[in-house]
């Protein structure tokens, strides 16, 4: 029944991968757990300013060798002037509310880590291998399942398919610059990308080692 408190509605999450290449984004906290959020915004190219008392050694490193920018006081309202993504990464409650509290009503998407109720997005558990990405999300009520998910997914999609989706993705351009019939070319790429094209592929690799 409704009134029991069984039953939460929550938000609908749009799953989406963003390009972050030369997009400035905002980190409040430079302690541990906000190193390995600047480390995944510098994988991606993204311009980074990060607002904090204090930083960890590489966090400083990273400063010193121009790689972000490190600002060290607290945050201040201005610091969101023009970002595209901001990250918070504090210990403070206090601190986290008021930035996603700011931002929203900039229209910034911004992410408390650790703070579902301070959360535009949540970073999902990520099988990576080369341009082929499997995101698992559980919107923040199980991390842990998230990353058992992600442990079976990566014994179950190997390295051998970085390569494997490189060539696919040759094999649509070479089939795009034809003038081979639309639904012709949509039967070719699926049969490429079949199971079936996959073992044929990597028995023939292991036949010539």
């Known amino acids: 029944m409704p009134g029991d408190g069984l039953f939460l509605l929550r938000e609908p999450m749009f799953p989406i991968f963003l390009k972050l290449e030369s997009r400035p984004c905002l980190v409040v906290g430079a302690g541990p757990i906000a190193e390995g959020k600047i480390q995944g915004l510098v994988g991606e190219g993204a311009s980074i300013k990060v607002v904090a008392p204090e930083a960890t050694a590489t966090v400083r490193q990273w400063a010193a060798t121009g790689v972000i920018q490190w600002e060290q006081r607290s945050f201040e309202s201005s610091d969101l002037d023009g970002k595209f993504l901001v990250i918070v990464a504090t210990s403070s409650r206090e601190v986290n509310t008021r930035v996603f509290t700011e931002a929203h009503a900039k229209g910034i998407l911004c992410n408390a880590v650790d703070d579902p109720e301070n959360c535009d997005f949540y970073y999902p558990a990520i099988v990576k291998r080369g341009d082929l990405q499997i995101a698992i999300?559980?919107?923040?009520q199980s991390p842990a399942l998230a990353q058992r998910i992600r442990q079976e997914l990566e014994q179950q999609f190997g390295p051998e398919y970085e390569a494997w989706v490189a060539e696919l993705g040759e094999q649509r351009k070479e089939l795009?610059?034809?003038?081979?019939?639309?639904?012709?070319?949509?039967?070719?790429?699926?049969?490429?990308?079949?199971?079936?094209?996959?073992?044929?592929?990597?028995?023939?690799?292991?036949?010539?080692?």
């Not at 999300?137 to 923040?140: E, K, L, R």
């Not at 034809?178 to 036949?207: C, I, M, N, W, Y």
Request: no cysteine.
């Open 176 to 209: 795009t610059a034809t003038h081979v019939d639309p639904e012709a070319r949509k039967r070719v790429l699926h049969e490429l990308a079949s199971r079936r094209s996959f073992e044929a592929r990597t028995a023939q690799q292991g036949g010539g080692n």
């Open 137 to 140: 999300s559980t919107a923040g």
